[in-house]
């Protein structure tokens, strides 16, 4: 093989590297759909609040890789979290699937968290009614039912880490103010 063709081969190797590389990086930090969130806790969800704390809710598509680092998080946020916080991690079930088909790995993973709750959303009910369309989505609502954040708990696709969802659902928690009330939310599509 001559020289010049070993070394244009090289280039284009090195090109196709640098491209999906970059195609990579672009899509983990390319956030989903944020919720248009309502600012009250939605009517006729048949989730129950506790009285006098604040409620956590994320909706996750049980077979979505990325979604790993958001529980990740909440186990974080909630062991900084004490008393104050009551979670729900809703796991999608579409139409047509077989009960038991959201309960994966990550279904055990919220469920082994202190004070969070794994619940099936079947049809995606609760999903739609909150306007949840990413995996990852999360609310926090005040004892009141007033929306405080909504958002993700992320840096980045599958990316774990200091984040400003999670920084400022703890300051909305510890103080009542935050920065920001939203983050960009980094997961697969729900629907």
């Not at 491209?19 to 759909?33: F, K, L, M």
């Not at 969800?45 to 790993?68: D, I, N, Q, W, Y």
């Not at 680092?69 to 999608?92: D, T």
């Amino acid at each position: 093989m001559n020289r010049k063709y070993s070394l244009l081969l090289f280039i284009a190797w090195c090109g196709v590297c640098v491209a999906g590389v970059w195609a990579a990086e672009r899509y983990a930090n390319t956030p989903g759909a944020s919720a248009r969130a309502d600012s009250r806790w939605p009517a006729g969800s048949g989730l129950t609040r506790e009285p006098g704390k604040a409620a956590l809710v994320m909706f996750v598509h049980p077979h979505c890789p990325c979604s790993r680092a958001s529980i990740g998080e909440l186990s974080r946020l909630m062991a900084h979290s004490g008393e104050r916080l009551q979670a729900s991690v809703l796991f999608l079930r579409p139409s047509g699937f077989a009960p038991g088909w959201e309960r994966t790995d990550l279904w055990r993973s919220a469920a082994a968290i202190p004070g969070v709750r794994a619940l099936a959303d079947p049809n995606g009910r609760e999903a739609r009614r909150f306007q949840a369309v990413t995996s990852g989505q999360t609310f926090l609502y005040d004892a009141q039912g007033r929306l405080l954040f909504s958002g993700g708990i992320t840096t980045s696709r599958g990316h774990a880490g200091d984040n400003a969802g999670q920084a400022a659902i703890l300051s909305l928690l510890a103080t009542g103010r935050a920065p920001t009330r939203t983050a960009p939310v980094f997961g697969c599509r729900l629907f």
